[in-house]
């Protein structure tokens, strides 16, 4: 099966506390609610104590147009996905030696928060050695969905290909879709909750040379992937793409779809390998926000633990769309994990959609 040898993390420069993007909420939005200090509370229900964003705080008092905003993402996406994928390959805590880059068959590139063509990844290929025969495959509009499919998609690759070497890269750089005159509650919450956050992972197939690189004592192994698209459901997340860009659809009915139907969804996986939830001994789930992962908890009768790694990562960096699940990830494989522990990795996104995949150690 394909394992995942390396996870690098990537945090853009500007780390804001809660309580300052609180002030500078009630600032932006206090013309538009009257009842501001009220709906302000969303800010500490989500249990966040800080974030990253690509810009300073004092970028978002000033107008910029779609355009600017894009220019930027672009520009910035391309220098933090070449450290990522740097520190990914070379100066990795799991890898005893750096897999140099001419050893990498394809970049799946994921991302929802910018445009860019030609794709972000080509664009780092100019400044990083990667042959000129690796494989692109650009993943675009799966929102928080992403970093799990863009892991499945990459396990599936190596299926085909065992002896293949694959990056799966996640830019979300959300602060710069910001819409200070989008007087929604969708946009208050938005405002509350998302971050930007950069991720790189290796995965290889079970014939790949780089398995011997690895340099922990058990790694994750991917058995089996799923996807699942809710009909009709597209007006629970995403966004509605204006004149002056992008404007975040969010829906307070997402913990409910997670009692309802993502449940269910998780379930019918596990059973389809003769396993129960109790089975697990990890959970990567990525945390949409405190609600999300309560909803998780109840649902599915997870312990209050099995969730603490994605309720660290929310609090510490609060929700960078696809590239949150690779912090989680990231978190745990820092741990000391017992060969045969079995972990389930789940991500919701727009469409509305569910990504899982099932892990085992080894």
């Given at each position: 099966?394909?394992?995942?040898?390396?996870?690098?993390?990537?945090?853009?420069?500007?780390?804001?506390?809660q309580d300052k993007a609180l002030s500078f909420a009630r600032e932006i939005f206090k013309a538009h609610f009257a009842d501001i200090e009220r709906l302000l509370r969303v800010f500490h229900n989500g249990h966040?104590?800080?974030?990253?964003?690509?810009?300073?705080?004092?970028?978002?008092?000033?107008?910029?147009?779609?355009?600017?905003?894009?220019?930027?993402?672009?520009?910035?996406?391309?220098?933090?996905?070449?450290?990522?994928?740097?520190?990914?390959?070379?100066?990795?805590?799991?890898?005893?030696?750096?897999?140099?880059?001419?050893?990498?068959?394809?970049?799946?590139?994921?991302?929802?928060?910018?445009?860019?063509?030609?794709?972000?990844?080509?664009?780092?290929?100019?400044?990083?050695?990667?042959?000129?025969?690796?494989?692109?495959?650009?993943?675009?509009?799966?929102?928080?969905?992403?970093?799990?499919?863009?892991?499945?998609?990459?396990?599936?690759?190596?299926?085909?290909?065992?002896?293949?070497?694959?990056?799966?890269?996640?830019?979300?750089?959300?602060?710069?879709?910001?819409?200070?005159?989008?007087?929604?509650?969708?946009?208050?919450?938005?405002?509350?909750?998302?971050?930007?956050?950069?991720?790189?992972?290796?995965?290889?197939?079970?014939?790949?040379?780089?398995?011997?690189?690895?340099?922990?004592?058990?790694?994750?192994?991917?058995?089996?992937?799923?996807?699942?698209?809710?009909?009709?459901?597209?007006?629970?997340?995403?966004?509605?793409?204006?004149?002056?860009?992008?404007?975040?659809?969010?829906?307070?009915?997402?913990?409910?779809?997670?009692?309802?139907?993502?449940?269910?969804?998780?379930?019918?996986?596990?059973?389809?390998?003769?396993?129960?939830?109790?089975?697990?001994?990890?959970?990567?789930?990525?945390?949409?926000?405190?609600?999300?992962?309560?909803?998780?908890?109840?649902?599915?009768?997870?312990?209050?633990?099995?969730?603490?790694?994605?309720?660290?990562?929310?609090?510490?960096?609060?929700?960078?769309?696809?590239?949150?699940?690779?912090?989680?990830?990231?978190?745990?494989?820092?741990?000391?994990?017992?060969?045969?522990?079995?972990?389930?990795?789940?991500?919701?996104?727009?469409?509305?959609?569910?990504?899982?995949?099932?892990?085992?150690?080894?």
């Amino acid at each position: 099966m394909p394992n995942i040898l390396s996870v690098a993390i990537h945090p853009p420069p500007y780390k804001i506390s809660q309580d300052k993007a609180l002030s500078f909420a009630r600032e932006i939005f206090k013309a538009h609610f009257a009842d501001i200090e009220r709906l302000l509370r969303v800010f500490h229900n989500g249990h966040i104590s800080s974030r990253y964003f690509s810009v300073p705080l004092d970028w978002f008092r000033e107008k910029h147009t779609f355009r600017e905003k894009n220019n930027l993402y672009i520009r910035l996406a391309t220098d933090f996905g070449r450290q990522a994928i740097r520190q990914c390959l070379y100066e990795s805590e799991f890898l005893m030696q750096p897999l140099p880059l001419e050893k990498i068959e394809a970049i799946f590139f994921i991302s929802s928060s910018g445009l860019s063509t030609p794709s972000i990844e080509a664009r780092i290929m100019n400044h990083l050695p990667f042959k000129i025969h690796t494989k692109r495959i650009p993943i675009w509009g799966l929102g928080c969905a992403g970093g799990a499919a863009g892991l499945a998609r990459a396990y599936e690759y190596c299926l085909a290909y065992p002896q293949a070497n694959v990056l799966v890269l996640s830019i979300e750089l959300c602060s710069l879709t910001f819409q200070p005159n989008d007087g929604s509650k969708s946009n208050l919450v938005g405002t509350s909750i998302f971050a930007d956050g950069v991720a790189c992972t290796l995965v290889c197939g079970d014939k790949s040379d780089a398995n011997a690189l690895a340099n922990l004592p058990t790694r994750p192994s991917i058995i089996d992937v799923q996807t699942s698209l809710m009909p009709h459901s597209e007006d629970v997340m995403g966004w509605d793409v204006q004149d002056d860009g992008l404007y975040v659809i969010f829906s307070k009915s997402i913990p409910r779809i997670v009692h309802r139907w993502v449940s269910t969804e998780v379930n019918r996986f596990l059973n389809s390998h003769g396993l129960r939830t109790d089975h697990l001994q990890h959970l990567i789930a990525h945390p949409g926000g405190k609600k999300v992962l309560d909803a998780y908890e109840e649902s599915l009768q997870f312990p209050k633990e099995m969730t603490a790694h994605s309720r660290s990562i929310l609090r510490e960096y609060g929700n960078m769309s696809s590239a949150t699940v690779y912090y989680v990830l990231h978190r745990l494989m820092q741990k000391k994990i017992e060969k045969g522990d079995i972990g389930l990795v789940t991500a919701l996104g727009p469409g509305f959609s569910s990504e899982l995949l099932l892990l085992k150690w080894i």
